[in-house]
């Protein structure tokens, strides 16, 4: 057990829909980051956040957003969804930057 | 570029040794690291190494980088049952440390 929690663990929706996603980081991170997880990409990094600033963006449409809260909760926030957004999405903490602990992910599926 | 590639199988018998290799691009990276991944489970960090150094040992697992040839490998020795699962490479990226990652390889170990 990491210590980053993410809910829900599964997540069935229909396309067109908006869903978010949420991220409680290990006690006393400021670091989070999101990656998406797919068949055909791998693991791809998608936003970073740290004490409540964004930080880092890497490859994330412009249909998903994130923010990072007071108490440091993350949630990623997928509009108008694609079938091809289906993945796995994982979150992880970090202290420092240096090593990053990934939480278990929520499962993604577009119908 | 930035692709990290590695082979995607690799199959041993149990108590042999595993060798997963790995590639990176960015001669920059000042930590690669070593991940693993369960069937339905999140990443786990396994080990990583700093750009300064050839190799780490820590207990079966053992992590050689050639940084003339950006070269990073993984050896577990004695490989138990329980090892089997898709191990990837890391390279992190830039200061904020996003991680830029292969696509796995997933080791099996027959008994």
């Known amino acids: ?111 | 570029g930035e692709d990290v590639e590695q082979s995607l199988f690799l199959s041993v018998r149990e108590g042999d040794s595993s060798v997963i290799n790995c590639t990176y691009t960015d001669s920059s990276s000042t930590y690669l690291y070593w991940y693993k991944q369960e069937p339905g489970a999140g990443l786990q960090l396994l080990t990583y190494i700093f750009s300064n150094m050839d190799m780490k040992q820590d207990q079966r697992l053992t992590v050689l980088l050639n940084k003339k040839d950006k070269h990073l490998s993984l050896r577990i020795a004695d490989t138990q049952t329980g090892d089997s699962a898709i191990y990837f490479c890391a390279e992190s990226k830039g200061s904020q440390g996003n991680l830029i990652f292969g696509k796995g390889t997933k080791l099996s170990v027959k008994p």
């Open chain 1, 1 to 111: 057990d990491s210590g980053v929690t993410q809910t829900p663990k599964h997540l069935i929706t229909a396309t067109g829909q908006r869903v978010t996603l949420r991220c409680s980081p290990r006690s006393g991170d400021l670091s989070v980051y999101w990656y998406q997880q797919s068949l055909d990409q791998g693991l791809q990094f998608l936003i970073q956040y740290y004490n409540g600033e964004e930080r880092a963006k890497g490859n994330i449409l412009e249909r998903f957003s994130a923010q990072q809260f007071p108490d440091l909760h993350s949630e990623l926030n997928l509009s108008s969804l694609e079938l091809g957004d289906s993945a796995l999405y994982f979150c992880a903490s970090s202290p420092s930057g240096r090593f990053q602990y990934f939480g278990p992910g929520t499962r993604l599926t577009v119908t």
